[in-house]
């Protein structure tokens, strides 16, 4: 398997740019003294992103929106397109966090008209999906996952699959402190490969980074990370302090620290 492993920061709505500055600064530092292997995304709010990419855009980190519009352009208040991203060379965007469909009635439809628009403007795409603790307990939690990946990956080409990373995150399991077992998660991104297989083929299939998302922290990683269809983390709570982050980083199989 040659599947890099992407560890992503989900900094939410925390922070000042000043914090957010000196945590990546000490980031970049321990960044520099590791052999990881890892890829490294940090999804951070809007306001801080130009500065970031400035001053550490040159270090191990690639740095991404929490969201997008739908929309290319025009009266939209309060809404941040593709294109801003990409002129401050923001490298991705989350689309479909859990906290987006519920807070802000995201539908499937919106978030791949989200989709389409990062792609058209050359962002790589962390595509989210997951049930939640009732369409688990009803045994719908399969099915869930398979319309919302369907639905949002409606009309996407096999080719443009290469800029798209899927983070499944149980919403049981996102700041709860509760995380799904390495054998629950392992599952079901076995389950989200066999669907790529069936829309895109086997290329697509073997190549497609599907993360892990939902308390991961630096105690339960290495066990997550270490299944074989988990290619990695999309972080948090436990991503707010680099040296929390650090040791997530560290616990990734392809990193030789
Ligand atoms: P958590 O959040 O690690 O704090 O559970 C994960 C996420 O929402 O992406």
Not at 73 to 95: H, I, N, P, Q
Not at 190 to 195: E, K, M, V
Request: hydrophobic share 40%.
């Amino acid at each position: 398997m040659n599947r890099k492993q992407i560890i992503a920061g989900n900094w939410k709505m925390h922070k000042t740019l000043q914090e957010a500055e000196e945590t990546v600064a000490t980031l970049a530092n321990m960044l520099s003294n590791s052999k990881t292997e890892a890829e490294v995304f940090i999804a951070a709010p809007f306001p801080f992103l130009f500065s970031l990419i400035s001053r550490f855009g040159n270090t191990h980190m690639q740095f991404g929106a929490q969201n997008i519009s739908e929309h290319a352009k025009g009266a939209y208040t309060g809404e941040v397109s593709a294109a801003m991203l990409r002129s401050v060379d923001a490298f991705f965007t989350l689309v479909g966090h859990s906290e987006r469909r519920q807070y802000f009635q995201e539908t499937d439809h919106k978030i791949n008209e989200k989709i389409k628009q990062a792609l058209a403007e050359k962002l790589e795409v962390i595509l989210c999906c997951g049930e939640t603790l009732e369409m688990r307990k009803t045994g719908k939690h399969f099915d869930v996952v398979v319309a919302q990946l369907q639905n949002a990956l409606q009309d996407i080409r096999a080719e443009q699959m290469q800029y798209i990373h899927i983070a499944y995150e149980p919403v049981w399991a996102i700041g709860t402190g509760e995380t799904a077992s390495p054998d629950q998660a392992q599952e079901m991104h076995a389950c989200i490969r066999a669907l790529l297989h069936n829309i895109f083929g086997g290329q697509v299939a073997m190549n497609t980074r599907i993360l892990y998302g939902g308390s991961v922290k630096p105690e339960n990683a290495g066990e997550l990370f270490s299944m074989p269809d988990i290619d990695g983390g999309l972080i948090g709570g436990a991503s707010l302090q680099a040296g929390d982050l650090m040791k997530i980083i560290d616990s990734s199989p392809h990193s030789t620290h």
